[in-house]
């Protein structure tokens, strides 16, 4: 496995966890019981054939939650031709995902709305923005 990209302090420490930016699937509550069967059919689908997996590399530049893709014969190819994804695929085995809390997506929206998107968009210098996405954290933890 290839190590990361991690502050020299930890470059001898093995194994190393990066973060896994998982990305959601929602199935809306007010699907009917049929959209909501469709919905797990797709998915399964989706998730259960390693041809799915390379066609949603290509499409997104996202790797798969698999352990496998770098050691499968099925990703071969792929990773020969784009060999800097492989180093990202050598890691999932080590990726930490995102904190278990069912008000995550809504810290994560704060996040975005309270600094990030001000910072990159110049409309806040990154102090500013860390102080009022503090203040917006902290009145949101108390709830």
Aim: proline fraction near 5%.
């Amino acid at each position: 496995v290839t190590t990361p990209a991690v502050p020299d302090d930890m470059a001898d420490t093995s194994p190393v966890s990066t973060f896994a930016d998982a990305k959601g699937v929602v199935v809306y509550s007010q699907a009917t019981k049929a959209e909501q069967k469709a919905a797990m059919k797709f998915l399964y689908y989706v998730f259960s054939k390693e041809e799915n997996d390379i066609k949603f590399m290509k499409t997104t530049s996202l790797i798969p939650a698999r352990d496998d893709s770098t050691t499968n014969e099925a990703f071969t190819s792929y990773f020969e031709a784009n060999p800097a994804m492989k180093v990202f695929a050598e890691n999932v085995a080590t990726a930490v995902p995102s904190m278990a809390d069912a008000d995550f997506n809504n810290i994560q929206q704060l996040i975005g709305e309270d600094a990030l998107t001000d910072v990159v968009n110049g409309a806040k210098k990154p102090d500013a923005a860390w102080a009022n996405l503090k203040s917006g954290l902290e009145d949101y933890l108390k709830k």
